[in-house]
């Protein structure tokens, strides 16, 4: 297929990007970024409304960002800065300041966060040239920022970036969120970059959202004579799983919302306890307050006619089935944790300690397989990454880094266990022989080669033996034999 940026190929792209299906994926992930910053509120309001037609106004509303907590768990592949690796000791000083300049590491923490939250991610490296010098704009790509046009094998061959429309940033009750959007209603006037690995272009359209023509149509080329500066598309696209489209969106922004809209309709079941207050008396009976405080004391006259019924005032308490409702509850979040990897063993039912145990327990989960497999996409996109830049510099003939390979290593984190146990554990090792010295070194710090854990034992060795002469060659003086009396006694 031809990649070509002509009116007709810019025109139909336009048409696809603002169709009611692209729409719907850009705004789950709206949404859900929402979600994950904590915006949980309208949300679940919008569910209780959907759930509750006549009386959601009555419902407390929970805000609980189980998505944030689990994204926050999972998105740890740089806690710790990976090696970045160059053979040329040249390449290598040029990219460990190009990497800093980048601020290479802090636009990986926000690539993992978003493949975390939404199952893909890209990732935007842009150069420019001031005063002569490169200058970066790396960072991670939110997927209502951008669309895409893959090849018939899954590679990225154009990329298409633009602000998010009112239609994918309104809530789903229909209001629309004036706030930081450039235009409103059906944004008759739209610009879109198209990139492409030759070209760069401006394009603005005229017309009525969703339709397969927009209308009027303005090109704008972005480099000379609407060139791609650097020669190479200057992003990277990692998914969950490699296919000609987008993956399977992520569930778990919807399953926050439902799991905030049980937890709402609980908290206000256990604020009916109260109990709602009912007075039955007979037709025609008058029934005066004495007073009026934080309670009323009422005065209940009987009535004279023997036939008709007694006065009477009292409470009558609701009684939901809570305990119902904390079931549903654990039960749900159960469900979520377990599909999300961090499962959910040793969740209670008991609402006092709920979401301080969802919290206890996302903090305890084992993640570091995910992390790792995360880590082996990463280590391709750094790859990518490095590719891009070795191809920026080279426009502006530096050729430093042509023809480098990148290795990039992930520190490995270290097991959570107390030291006492660790060095009882090492003791019976080495007494039976399964450890020697230099790999005792390693357990305790995982990254260590085996010629560095040989160099530090070497030179722990060579300190204890100069300890060991030191105490020798001191003059520690007679020993006082028993029996013997100070002079002061």
């Not at 990219?95 to 300049?101: G, I, L, M, R, S």
């Not at 004036?178 to 209603?185: D, L, M, T, V």
């Not at 426009?395 to 042509?402: E, M």
């Not at 984190?413 to 003791?427: F, Q, R, T």
Request: proline share 6%; glycine share 6%; charged share 25%.
């Amino acid at each position: 297929m031809d990649y070509k940026l002509t009116p007709d190929f810019i025109l139909k792209t336009i048409g696809e990007i603002e169709g009611k299906e692209n729409i719907d994926r850009k705004r789950r992930a709206w949404i859900s970024s929402q979600v994950r910053e904590g915006a949980v509120y309208d949300y679940v309001q919008a569910r209780l409304k959907q759930m509750y037609p006549k009386s959601w106004p009555m419902y407390s509303v929970s805000e609980y960002s189980l998505l944030a907590k689990i994204v926050r768990k999972k998105a740890m592949a740089y806690k710790q800065a990976p090696v970045r690796r160059v053979e040329d000791e040249a390449a290598q000083e040029a990219y460990e300041q190009v990497a800093k300049d980048m601020k290479l590491n802090k636009a990986m923490k926000s690539f993992d966060s978003v493949y975390n939250e939404h199952k893909y991610a890209m990732m935007a490296i842009l150069m420019e040239t001031v005063d002569s010098a490169p200058k970066w704009r790396t960072f991670a790509l939110a997927p209502y920022e951008y669309d895409c046009i893959f090849d018939g094998a899954g590679e990225v061959k154009v990329v298409i970036l633009s602000y998010p429309p009112a239609t994918v940033t309104r809530l789903s009750d229909g209001i629309d969120q004036a706030i930081a959007e450039p235009n409103s209603g059906d944004m008759r006037s739209r610009s879109y970059e198209f990139w492409t690995g030759e070209e760069y272009i401006r394009a603005s359209v005229e017309g009525p959202m969703g339709r397969p023509n927009p209308g009027k149509l303005s090109i704008e080329p972005m480099g000379a004579n609407g060139a791609n500066p650097y020669g190479v598309l200057p992003f990277v696209y990692a998914p969950y799983t490699y296919d000609v489209d987008y993956p399977v969106r992520s569930p778990l922004p919807s399953q926050t919302v439902e799991l905030n809209a049980l937890m709402s309709v609980y908290l206000t079941s256990a604020n009916m306890q109260v109990g709602v207050f009912c007075l039955k008396y007979p037709a025609g009976q008058e029934v005066k307050p004495v007073s009026g405080s934080m309670y009323t004391v009422l005065q209940l006259p009987q009535s004279t006619n023997p036939d008709d019924p007694s006065t009477d005032a009292e409470f009558i308490s609701p009684t939901p089935n809570l305990p119902g409702h904390r079931e549903a509850i654990t039960t749900y979040a159960g469900m979520i944790l377990d599909e999300a990897g961090i499962g959910s063993q040793g969740l209670t039912g008991d609402m006092a300690r709920f979401t301080s145990g969802l919290d206890r327990l996302i903090s305890m989960a084992d993640v570091q397989e995910i992390i790792e497999d995360n880590q082996e996409t990463y280590r391709e996109v750094e790859q990518d990454i490095f590719r891009i830049v070795s191809q920026q510099l080279l426009a502006i003939n530096n050729s430093v880094l042509v023809g480098q390979q990148l290795g990039v290593t992930y520190i490995k984190p270290k097991v959570m266990v107390s030291d006492s146990e660790i060095l009882d554990n090492m003791a019976k090792m080495k007494a039976l022989g399964i450890f020697s010295d230099y790999e005792i070194l390693q357990v305790f710090d995982p990254n260590l080669s085996e010629d560095e854990a040989k160099l530090k034992l070497s030179m722990i060795m060579q300190e204890r033996g100069r300890m060991v002469d030191a105490m020798e060659g001191e003059d520690v003086g007679d020993e006082p034999e028993p029996g013997d009396v100070d002079a002061d006694d």
